[in-house]
C-alpha cells in the first residue's frame, strides 16, 4: 500500500515528532515538507530533519499531500486549520482545536453545513497504557465507573481521559478549583536532564468536576509531571466493584472473591518501545505498527500520534474519524471552563453545545 503522503505546517518542537514518526516507518508515510514562517526557520528544519522546508503553502500544494498537519503555536491553530480544510485539504490539527468557544462552533460547521474534514490529534487515549487503562475499565472490571483521580496530563488531554474513562460523554458538569505554587528542583526538559540544581516555583492545578450523573473526577497537575525525575504521574479509577490504581487492579469477581492483577508491558524485541500489554493472560493492547510488521517500536508519544496518522487513512477514504470531531471540540471547550474556574475562583457550569 502506498504511503500515506503529508506536510507539516509549523516548525516547532512538536512538528518534529512527526518527521521522527515519518522516518521510523517509511512504509506508512511520507513527510513531504514542512511550510515554516520565515526562510531561516525552514533552513533549520531541513538542515535538523533532513526533510524539504519552505514557506510557500503553494510549494507544500505541489506535494499533492493525501492530508495536512498543522502544528503551529494555540493561538493560530484554528485559522491555520481553517484555511486548509477551505482549501479542501484533510487536516489533522493539534490540541487544541481553538482557544474561543465561537471558534469551536465555527469548525463544527465547517464540518457539517461545508464538508470540511478536520481530526484532532488527540493521542493520549492512544497512549499504550493509558489504551490499557481505559480497556480495563470499558470491561467492567471496576463495575460502572463513578470517580477518577488523575494527575498525568493537562487541560484539554486531562478532559478527554476523563470522559472516557468514566463513559460520560457530553454529559454537563459543574467545575471548580484553585491554583497553587510549589518550589521544586528541575531534573528533566524537552531537551535533556538538568543537574544543575535549579530551583524554580511551579504552578500546580486542582479541579473537581462534578458531572450532572453524579459522577465525580479530581484533576490534579504540575506542568513539570511532564519532564521530572522526581515528580511522577498517576492515575486511579474506581467503580464498586473495585479500583484500577495505577497499572494494579483489584476488583469483586463474579463469585464475590478478591483479586488483584499487574498491568504488564512487553517492549519491542529491541528494547525500544511498547508491543503489547498484558493482565495476567489478557491482552490490552497490541501495538498498530507491530501488527503491519513493524519490528521496531518509538516512543509512548510518538506511537499514540503514529497511530492517529495511520488513522487518518481511512478517515479519508471511508470517513470513519480517527478521534472524533465533536470529541476533540468539547475537549476544549472543557479547557476554557477550566480558565474561567481557576481566574474567577467560582464554580462554574457547562452548557450543551452543538456538536453535542
Known amino acids: 500500500m502506498k504511503p500515506l503522503n503529508l506536510v507539516v505546517v509549523g516548525s516547532g518542537w512538536r512538528s518534529l515528532f512527526y518527521a521522527r514518526i515519518a522516518k ?58 481553517r484555511e486548509w480544510v477551505l482549501k479542501g485539504y484533510p487536516v489533522l490539527c493539534e490540541t487544541p482545536a481553538a482557544m474561543e468557544l465561537g471558534d469551536l462552533q465555527e469548525l463544527w460547521r465547517l464540518r457539517t453545513q461545508e464538508g470540511a474534514r478536520i481530526q484532532v490529534a488527540e493521542q493520549y487515549f492512544e497512549y499504550p497504557v493509558l489504551h490499557a487503562a481505559i480497556e480495563v475499565v470499558k470491561q467492567g472490571y471496576l463495575g460502572d465507573p463513578y470517580m477518577v483521580n488523575i494527575s498525568a496530563v493537562h487541560d484539554y488531554h486531562g478532559a478527554s481521559l476523563i470522559r472516557r474513562l468514566l463513559g460520560i460523554g457530553f454529559e454537563n458538569m459543574k467545575l471548580y478549583g484553585k491554583k497553587f505554587l510549589y518550589p521544586v528542583v528541575e531534573t528533566d526538559s524537552r531537551y535533556g536532564f538538568i543537574e544543575d540544581g535549579r530551583v524554580s516555583e511551579r504552578e500546580r492545578v486542582r479541579l473537581t468536576f462534578e458531572f450532572e450523573g453524579g459522577k465525580t473526577a479530581f484533576y490534579d497537575f504540575n506542568g513539570i509531571q511532564y519532564h521530572s525525575r522526581i ?6 479509577v474506581q467503580g464498586a466493584k473495585g479500583e484500577l490504581d495505577d497499572w494494579t ?8 472473591r478478591y483479586r488483584e492483577y499487574q498491568i504488564v508491558e512487553e517492549p519491542f524485541d529491541t528494547g525500544k518501545g511498547i508491543n503489547e500489554i498484558y493482565m495476567g493472560q489478557e491482552l490490552l493492547y497490541r501495538n498498530p505498527f507491530y501488527e503491519l510488521g513493524k519490528t521496531g517500536g518509538l516512543s509512548q508519544d510518538e506511537t499514540a500520534i503514529g497511530t492517529l496518522m495511520l488513522g487518518m487513512r481511512r478517515f479519508i477514504e471511508e470517513g470513519v474519524e480517527v478521534y472524533p470531531l465533536s470529541e476533540g471540540l468539547q475537549d476544549a ?18 452548557k450543551t453545545q452543538v456538536w453535542s
Open 24 to 81: 521510523a516507518y517509511p512504509d506508512c508515510f511520507h513527510l513531504a515538507a514542512f511550510l515554516c514562517r520565515t526562510k531561516e526557520k525552514a533552513q533549520r528544519m531541513q538542515a535538523e530533519t533532513g526533510i524539504k522546508a519552505v514557506t510557500s503553502p503553494e510549494e507544500c500544494e505541489l506535494e499533492n499531500p493525501d492530508f495536512v498537519v498543522v502544528a503551529v503555536n494555540k493561538d493560530s491553530i484554528f485559522q491555520v486549520a
Open 231 to 236: 515528580r511522577s504521574r498517576h492515575l486511579n
Open 249 to 256: 487492579l483489584r476488583y469483586v469477581g463474579e463469585d464475590s
Open 333 to 350: 471547550y472543557v479547557r476554557i471552563l477550566m480558565e474561567q474556574a481557576l481566574n474567577s475562583g467560582q464554580a462554574v457550569e457547562s
